[in-house]
């Protein structure tokens, strides 16, 4: 078969293209072959003559899917039209108002390295295991209640468990504890690290009241729906103490580290990252 190209004018701009495509036959055998599959399974739980009906559609649909394809295969041509628009757009160019000199960065020039995020949630971490260890003590006498309703994450259904079951020692109920708040700790340090730069005035208060606020109410209302018995048993006034002294030692920690360039600051001219030109007025005012 030969394909023809027609090219027709329909208008300025406007260009209609005919054209043909060889595409194979149309066929229901594909799907007869299905609805036998399924009659085929669905008689196994239901009666024998189903399956035979099945068996009877698939083989008839594979034979005539067969003969389709072999020795030759079917194809016919089907006429396709393609319009060709030109495209235009009435819209004019918005015009991006100029920045002045006191424009806020969206990214900071400076930022903590991913050490000093590591650090932090380390001994973020061990702080926290102070006011979580003081509760057990005082509410149910024992330090192993907070690490094992810690680890009932792991193990859903010790968030069932008697309270005298929690207050004792398990050695897998430790090591799980030990790996979910190990993993949690340096997360959270890693995300205070890359946090804390975008907030320069008050970075204490923000690491150390305003996030963990934050962190519990977001756990608190998924914790709800993923295991309300889990949900009840914590003690949030507490949670949100512990939360507190990571979030204060973990900016602390972070804070002490050195801060690096980033990509935003290389990209700065040669004179502003050597110091030696600057383009705000108020330093300049300091100047003079």
Not at 77 to 90: C, F, R
Not at 176 to 197: E, K, R
Not at 243 to 256: D, E, P, S, T, Y
Request: charged share 10%; glycine share 8%.
């Amino acid at each position: 078969m030969q394909d023809s190209d027609l090219m027709n004018q329909s208008g300025p701009g406007h260009t209609s293209l005919v054209d043909s495509v060889v595409l194979p036959t149309p066929t229901a055998w594909p799907m007869v072959l299905a609805l036998g599959i399924a009659l085929l399974i669905a008689g196994m739980v239901t009666h024998w003559v189903i399956s035979l009906l099945g068996l009877i559609l698939t083989l008839r649909s594979m034979v005539g899917w067969f003969f389709e394809v072999l020795p030759h295969e079917h194809h016919i041509a089907v006429p396709v039209q393609a319009d060709v628009i030109t495209i235009s757009s009435t819209r004019t160019t918005r015009k991006q108002l100029p920045l002045g000199a006191n424009h806020r960065k969206l990214l900071p020039i400076e930022t903590f390295s991913i050490t000093a995020g590591i650090k932090g949630g380390i001994v973020g971490g061990i702080a926290m295991i102070v006011p979580a260890a003081l509760f057990g003590l005082i509410r149910y006498h024992s330090v192993w209640y907070a690490v094992n309703l810690l680890a009932a994450g792991g193990f859903i259904h010790w968030a069932g468990e008697s309270d005298a079951f929690l207050a004792e020692f398990h050695l897998h109920g430790l090591l799980a504890a030990t790996a979910i708040h190990s993993l949690t700790s340096v997360l959270i340090g890693l995300l205070y690290g890359a946090m804390l730069p975008m907030f320069p005035r008050k970075p204490i208060l923000t690491a150390g009241f305003v996030a963990p606020f934050l962190w519990t109410g977001i756990l608190y209302s998924a914790l709800g729906v993923i295991s309300p018995i889990l949900n009840s048993r914590i003690n949030w006034l507490w949670f949100v103490v512990s939360q507190i002294a990571f979030g204060l030692v973990c900016g602390f920690i972070v804070n002490l580290h050195v801060k690096v360039r980033t990509p935003q600051f290389r990209s700065l001219p040669f004179s502003v990252r050597a110091g030696i030109h600057t383009d705000h007025p108020s330093e300049k005012d300091d100047e003079k």
